[in-house]
């Protein structure tokens, strides 16, 4: 009983982190028709910032986490200038084979600069205590990603929902000519969305640092992660995102609770009957 | 009319011939750099082995990028069940005859092609490469499970090849092995260029431009684009067991995604759909990666990158894609 | 003459909305039909439930004499049922020839060979160069089709389905988006088609509506409204009222 209620806990918070940092993937996905495979790389990014900030200059958490957060959608602005704008409406190989190459390039410089070990970022002493919940102790950790990722959803949903920005965003997800030709700057739109994109993925990153370690080869090991949950969620589509995360988290922690020797094999099984049964996502628009 | 059937008559063999002259020069191309890089390099001839049998991969990968169209990021996979196939008919099986190791290698590639073709032409778009990156990791991640069939991270050992046909035994310095990757490779390319341009290549290229005009015609898609996967996949593990049986060892690094990805890399670096580019994008890429590395190694993956980024920037057409484009309107300016 | 095509009750609901409903036709070989109707009248809808892109609600579609209505879009072209599109869908990068050669191995069951080159095989290349010959496009046989016209695309698009050899041929309006100086080559290529082929030809043009057709079809809300002679069309109150009534209501959302 204790192992299926740390199975769930631990399933419910890396279901949430893969969420905070997905879900701007899948929203520029929906937007700009991008397959992006070097999403991973900011969250990467992100999370080295707050490594830097909170281990090596000493400052504290809430801090590092805006620095990483601010830092990365800077590192971010002139990429998006100046390679990113170069495949919009491009063939997707185009777009695939460019954005591995932004992948590989971030993991070299990264390899480079903080070496190939594993980075933490040390997290103030409230976050490091169990928490009793009564009947049950939980790393307040766990809790605290659960919250972010809970906050991320609300916080999203209000932004497209109900503000003047997300009818805009929404109207150019639909239909860009159209949504231009009523008047609205896409350009805009395509650039304020990219960067509440990466520094999403920045905050992920740092927040969840725990259950994804900081390391040259995250952008790599987590791409497919990432980019399944875009696929079956159904690209731009928070709902299908969140359940995709949830889904996901719960096969591959449960897999290394249970048959750890098996490795990743039941996730990327898993991945694999996923998108077969549900081959244009679990919301199931097309493209 | 007589007259106009005649002369069509006339430009129909005559192309025939330009064609089968263009792959003549192909083939003794080929030759030609295999006698070069024999005498040039003689201590380096284990590279060159790997370069033809990563040369295999990325021709197999030309064939269902290049031609029919499907990005993946999964071929890997296919090149690793050949390497795997070959070396563990050898290790366990006793099958120690190098033609019987490629022959299984073959099978064994072919059938990988079949069920990933299968897997992945069940989507589109991201989810289709999902699809493939998932299949190269699950591959990877069984390979590594299955260590008394594969020796798991160690790598599959206690490959001995026999001698081919058994005159040429394998020697310490790779020249059996060398010329043993060059007359596949010369045979696996006459094949190619062949299939390429076969009615079943002209309706690979056709599914690639439009599919939707494919299916009006009355072809299937679907069928035909798995049909090009297994193929795809026999070419792939002939790679793969060419590496094992010039290796004599299989590792985990040959069903990974890294891989893939490379691969992606030089077919796209040569240029897609001619399978030239294929082979010249092998090469160069390899021979750079050779060069760089013994430099320093901690760059590599910074310079692919950036290698990449230009391609797609500065020729996305690729090495051989640009040539042939520049000779093309040179060849209407003198026109 | 027995029906080679015929569709019976066909009706297809999106929603609680049937977008076609219960149409009927039959044509014989050698049929003209042209199917009108103003936009929105569910012609698409009628196209994609007939090549088999989409499947009725209920219903029949029978093509000589066999039941296509659960059959794919393939298999329905193997049977003889045959579509040209209304923007041309043609490989940019291959030549009218290659085109041609490709359906008529299609056509033979000959596209899956591999180890033989279209080139060197003379019935193919003769066929081919006589049906783009026909069509008066031979001398652009070896251009790619990205450097050829549209008016010219749209010739080779007749060719591609005479290379299939139907039996019911379904023009999609076959002389859209041409420039007015092409039309006359495209209107004599539609006149010059096989005399037992039974074609059915979707168009907005009512001159080449007049020219084409012995007989008229009119399509409106997913229903059939007029089937009958072209002269009764233009005197038939329904289709007054469909399509006036349709030009009074957007003229008075306009």
């Given at each position: 009983m204790q192992t299926v209620f740390s199975i769930g806990v631990d399933a419910l918070a890396y279901g949430m982190v893969l969420f905070v940092i997905s879900i701007g993937l899948s929203v520029t996905m929906g937007l700009m028709r991008v397959v992006n495979l070097a999403h991973g790389a900011f969250a990467m990014i992100g999370g080295y910032i707050a490594s830097y900030a909170a281990r090596d200059l000493g400052l504290g958490y809430a801090v590092a986490v805006m620095l990483a957060v601010v830092g990365t959608i800077l590192i971010a602005i002139p990429v998006e200038r100046l390679l990113y704008r170069r495949i919009y409406g491009q063939p997707e190989l185009t777009q695939v084979l460019m954005t591995i190459g932004i992948t590989f390039c971030i993991i070299g410089i990264a390899n480079y600069v903080f070496g190939p070990t594993l980075k933490t970022i040390p997290t103030p002493e409230a976050l490091r205590e169990p928490v009793s919940l009564g009947f049950r102790t939980v790393s307040a950790h766990r809790l605290f990603v659960i919250g972010c990722g809970l906050a991320v959803a609300l916080g999203l949903w209000y932004f497209i929902e109900r503000t003047a920005f997300g009818v805009k965003l929404r109207a150019s997800v639909d239909n860009a000519a159209m949504a231009a030709a009523l008047g609205v700057k896409t350009q805009v739109v395509y650039a304020v969305s990219f960067a509440v994109a990466v520094g999403l993925a920045a905050f992920g990153g740092v927040v969840g640092a725990e259950l994804l370690p900081i390391e040259p080869y995250y952008a790599l090991r987590y791409m497919v992660t990432f980019l399944v949950v875009v696929s079956v969620g159904g690209a731009g589509s928070i709902p299908g995102a969140l359940a995709a995360c949830l889904l996901l988290g719960g096969i591959d922690t449960t897999g290394r609770y249970l048959m750890p020797e098996f490795g990743e094999f039941f996730f990327y099984l898993a991945v694999i009957a996923i998108v077969w049964l549900f081959p244009r996502g679990l919301a199931g628009r097309a493209k | 009319m007589a007259l106009l059937a005649n002369s069509d008559t006339i430009s129909t063999a005559g192309d025939r011939r330009a064609r089968l002259t263009r792959d003549a020069i192909g083939v003794l191309v080929i030759l030609v750099l295999a006698a070069v890089g024999y005498f040039l390099f003689p201590n380096n001839l284990a590279l060159l082995t790997r370069i033809i049998a990563i040369a295999l991969l990325v021709l197999s990968l030309d064939l269902v990028?290049?031609?029919?169209?499907v990005a993946t990021l999964g071929h890997a996979a296919l090149f690793g069940a050949g390497a795997y196939g070959a070396g563990i008919a050898a290790a366990h099986f006793g099958i120690t005859d190098p033609i019987a190791m490629l022959a299984v290698g073959i099978v064994a590639g072919a059938l990988a092609g079949l069920v990933s073709g299968v897997v992945v032409l069940r989507a589109h778009g991201l989810p289709q490469l999902v699809l493939s990156i998932a299949i190269v990791h699950l591959a990877h991640e069984a390979a590594n499970k299955a260590s008394g069939w594969t020796g798991g991270s160690d790598g599959l050992a206690g490959i001995m090849p026999d001698a081919v046909f058994g005159l040429w035994q394998f020697d310490l310095w790779g020249r059996t092995a060398y010329v043993f990757g060059i007359v596949l490779l010369l045979v696996a390319f006459v094949i190619l260029r062949q299939i390429v341009r076969s009615p079943f290549g002209m309706l690979c290229r056709g599914i690639k431009q439009d599919p939707v005009r494919v299916r009006a015609m009355g072809a299937s898609v679907h069928g035909t684009l798995i049909k090009m996967y297994a193929i795809s996949g026999a070419v792939a593990g002939a790679g793969g067991a060419l590496n094992a049986i010039s290796t004599q060892v299989v590792g985990l690094d040959s069903l990974s995604f890294t891989m893939s990805a490379e691969a992606l890399v030089m077919l796209v670096l040569g240029g897609t759909g001619s399978l030239y580019g294929a082979l010249i994008g092998t090469i160069s890429f390899l021979w750079f990666e050779d060069v760089v590395s013994a430099a320093n190694p901690f760059h590599w993956l910074t310079i692919v990158g950036a290698l990449l980024i230009a391609v797609v920037l500065f020729a996305p057409k690729g090495l051989y894609g640009s040539f042939a484009a520049y000779l093309e309107r040179r060849g209407r300016k003198g026109r | 003459m027995s029906a080679i095509f015929d569709v019976r009750n066909l009706k297809k609901m999106f929603g609680g909305l049937a977008?076609?409903?219960d149409v009927s036709l039959s044509m014989a070989p050698g049929d003209r039909v042209a199917l009108i109707g103003p936009n929105g009248a569910g012609k698409t809808t009628f196209v994609n439930l007939v090549t088999g892109n989409i499947l009725p609600n209920s219903g029949t579609v029978t093509l000589g004499g066999e039941d296509v209505t659960r059959l794919g879009p393939t298999e329905r072209v193997r049977r003889g049922l045959v579509r040209s599109f209304q923007v041309t869908r043609l490989f940019s990068e291959m030549t009218p020839e290659e085109h041609v050669a490709l359906a008529i191995l299609q056509r033979e069951g000959r596209s899956g060979k591999m180890f033989a080159s279209h080139r060197a095989m003379p019935d193919v290349m003769n066929e081919a160069q006589a049906l783009l010959a026909k069509l008066g496009i031979a001398q652009l046989a070896h251009h790619r089709v990205s450097e050829i016209a549209y008016g010219q695309q749209r010739l080779l698009e007749l060719a591609l389905a005479l290379a299939l050899k139907p039996k019911v041929l379904l023009l999609d309006e076959p002389a859209a988006g041409v420039p007015q100086s092409d039309t006359a080559r495209i209107e004599q290529a539609i006149a010059d088609l096989p005399s037992d082929l039974a074609v059915l030809m979707i168009e907005h043009d009512m001159d080449l509506v007049f020219r084409f057709a012995r007989r008229v079809i009119v399509l409106a809300a997913g229903e059939i409204i007029f089937d009958g002679s072209p002269d009764a069309v233009t005197k038939d109150a329904r289709v007054r009222q469909a399509y006036l009534g349709s030009y009074a209501d957007a003229r008075s959302v306009a």
């Open positions: - | 990028t290049g031609y029919c169209g | 977008v076609t409903n």
